[in-house]
């Protein structure tokens, strides 16, 4: 069974740089897209963006500016990076896969999600 | 800042029909299939529709989708207390080239 696992900091002054990583057991990254997905506290669901298992990226175009997502196929994980944080970037983030037999946009696996708080 | 327009509530009585739209555009659903996922409190989402009316392995039957033009609709038939939980809507959007996201919609069982 394909698991995802958030990993990080849970705390990130404002200004500063968020990084999480996500990393993938059961299952090889290869053939899939990777999401980050988060959710402040109370509120909807937003994409952040995914990549292709060949580095191809797709970004939310309201966040463009200020968001990287990386891989490294060679320990499973895929990274999220997202610049000058504010208080409007505490939320839970999740990772999650698309891809698979259900379409390359549905996400059929979730990581279990991490609060980050910016001070 | 959805760009996919769902209620904010719904709800019924053990047994009755629900019924949940999303409301998009000609570049997001009217383009794309449509997916839904169902987030009870404090957990991840769960893939519950795919590709407008499909379910994965393990979703109940109970459980439908359809799309029509720029709009989707979930249905839950035989509402039961633990459909008590969030659910969205989402497709990918031509013109932002991102995936986007309903504004959710919590059901409650009365």
């Known amino acids: 069974q394909v698991q995802l696992q958030e990993s990080g900091p849970g705390l990130v002054k404002a200004s500063e740089t968020l990084s999480l990583t996500c990393t993938v057991s059961?299952?090889?990254?290869?053939?899939?897209?990777w999401s980050w997905v988060r959710q402040p506290p109370g509120k909807a669901l937003e994409w952040l963006g995914h990549?292709?298992?060949?580095?191809?990226?797709n970004y939310n175009p309201s966040l463009k500016s200020r968001v990287s997502i990386s891989e490294d196929t060679s320990k499973n994980q895929f990274s999220l990076r997202l610049n000058s944080v504010t208080a409007a970037d505490t939320a839970v983030y999740y990772c999650?896969?698309?891809?698979?037999?259900?379409?390359?946009?549905?996400?059929?696996?979730w990581g279990q999600g991490t609060m980050v708080t910016v001070s | 800042q959805s760009v996919l327009t769902q209620p904010p509530s719904a709800s019924g009585t053990p047994g009755q029909r629900v019924t949940i739209s999303c409301s998009g555009s000609?570049?997001?659903?009217?383009?794309?299939?449509v997916e839904w996922y169902l987030q009870f409190p404090g957990t991840a989402p769960k893939l519950l529709i795919y590709?407008?009316?499909q379910r994965p392995s393990g979703v109940p039957d109970r459980f439908s989708g359809s799309k029509s033009g720029t709009s989707a609709s979930l249905a839950i038939s035989g509402l039961q207390s633990e459909d008590e939980a969030g659910y969205y809507c989402?497709?990918?959007?031509?013109?932002?080239?991102?995936?986007?996201f309903g504004t959710g919609t919590k059901v409650s069982v009365l």
């Open positions: 059961g299952g090889s990254i290869s053939g899939y897209y």
């Open positions: 989402a497709a990918w959007d031509d013109s932002l080239k991102s995936y986007v």
């Open positions: 999650a896969r698309s891809g698979h037999i259900y379409g390359a946009d549905a996400l059929d696996i």
């Open positions: 990549i292709y298992y060949t580095g191809r990226t």
């Open positions: 590709s407008n009316n």
């Open positions: 000609s570049s997001n659903i009217g383009s794309n299939t």
